[in-house]
Nanobody, 126 residues
Framework: QVQLVESGGGLVQAGDSLRLSCATS????????MGWFRQAPGKEREFVAA????????VYADSVKGRFTISRDNAKNTVYVQMNSLKAEDTAVYYC???????????????????WGQGTQVTVSS
């Protein structure tokens, strides 16, 4: 089975930085396109960032572009999102997601992902 485990969340002040990690089990990590989503209280889960299976293509939501950076380390079967200049509106539970693919296409919607982690809480105080 494929298992995704997020870590790195916490309580920070506006302007601070966090790096979230998503550790992925199995030997098929390199065949996955990976994404980060978030869900704030009272809101729907929304797309944050995605990275293709080769790492050559990345896509970001407009709300985080220029502040967040998604990356992957295939040797460690791990995907990261570096979050800088955090704002109060970034407060949410952040979820890692994976989709098996043989292409380098990224996926931007919840319905396109096969596997999900349990989430990690990020709280930004202002």
């Amino acid at each position: 089975q494929v298992q995704l485990v997020e870590s790195g969340g916490g309580l920070v002040q506006a302007g601070d930085s966090l790096r979230l990690s998503c550790a992925t089990s199995g030997r098929t990590y390199s065949s996955f396109t990976m994404g980060w989503f978030r869900q704030a209280p009272g809101k729907e889960r929304e797309f944050v960032a995605a990275i293709s299976r080769t790492g050559s293509n990345t896509v970001y939501a407009d709300s985080v572009k220029g502040r967040f950076t998604i990356s992957r380390d295939n040797a460690k079967n791990t995907v990261y999102v570096q979050m800088n200049s955090l704002k109060a509106e970034d407060t949410a539970v952040y979820y890692c997601a994976a989709r098996a693919t043989i292409t380098d296409r990224v996926r931007l919607t919840r319905a396109e992902y096969d596997y999900w982690g349990q989430g990690t809480q990020v709280t930004v105080s202002s």
